[in-house]
Antibody, heavy 122, light 113 residues
């Protein structure tokens, strides 16, 4: 069965950096685009970024563009989110999710991980 | 960006009764070349990640009970639960994937009356 397991969350200082990981299993990782979506405490869902199956193309949401970098290691079936210049408003649960296509600039999300919590605070 | 607005923000329905949630997009999400609406619905139970219910506005995801249905086209969409069950208590979100960035509605909280 499809499994997505996020890790790397925790407490970071404003202006700091952190890298999230998402280990995928139960499907052919190289056949799908992958996404990050976040949810601030008690708030709704915000799409963060997507990466094509081969990593050649990436799209970002406005609030993270220039600060966050999505990447993937297909040899390890792992998705990453490198986060720099962190702000208090980046505090959220970060979910990785699978899109249905290889070439994915935006799609519905058919499988989601359980999420990892990032808290940005001094 | 396409703005998604759901109504109502919260809803209380009796067990076995119909629940209806609306979603309106600030511009059409109907792609003219394939006549598909780039609209999905998700369910998020307390403490859980979102779960895909419907995509292309009305196609049920694998394993989703047939009491869940979607309708609408262009800018106006509806999620209907035909007979509310206890396990349907959750937050529901619509999402457009017509434009980049993809955007979600603010969510509708569904409770038992």
């Amino acid at each position: 069965q499809v499994q997505l397991v996020e890790s790397g969350g925790g407490v970071a200082q404003p202006g700091g950096s952190l890298r999230l990981s998402c280990a995928a299993s139960g499907f052919t990782f190289t056949s799908y685009g992958m996404h990050w979506v976040r949810q601030a405490p008690g708030r709704g869902l915000e799409w963060v970024a997507v990466i094509w199956y081969d990593g050649t193309y990436k799209y970002y949401g406005h609030s993270v563009k220039g600060r966050f970098t999505i990447s993937r290691d297909n040899s390890k079936s792992t998705l990453y989110l490198e986060m720099n210049s962190l702000r208090a408003e980046d505090t959220a649960v970060y979910y990785c999710a699978r899109g249905p296509y290889q070439y994915d600039s935006g799609s519905y999300l058919d499988y989601w991980g359980q999420g990892t919590l990032l808290t940005v605070s001094s | 960006d396409i703005v998604m607005t759901q109504s109502p923000d919260s809803l209380a329905v009796s067990l076995g009764e119909r629940a209806t949630i609306n979603c309106k997009s600030s511009q059409s999400v109907l792609y003219s070349s394939n006549k598909k609406n780039f609209l999905a619905w998700y369910q998020q139970r307390p403490g859980q990640p979102p779960k895909l219910l419907l995509y292309w506005a009305s196609t049920r995801a694998s394993g989703v009970p047939d009491r869940f249905s979607g309708s609408g086209s262009g800018t106006d969409f509806t999620l209907t639960i035909s007979s509310l069950q206890v396990e349907d208590v959750a937050l529901y979100y619509c999402q457009q994937y017509y434009g980049t960035p993809s955007t979600f509605g603010q969510g509708t909280r569904l409770e038992i009356k």
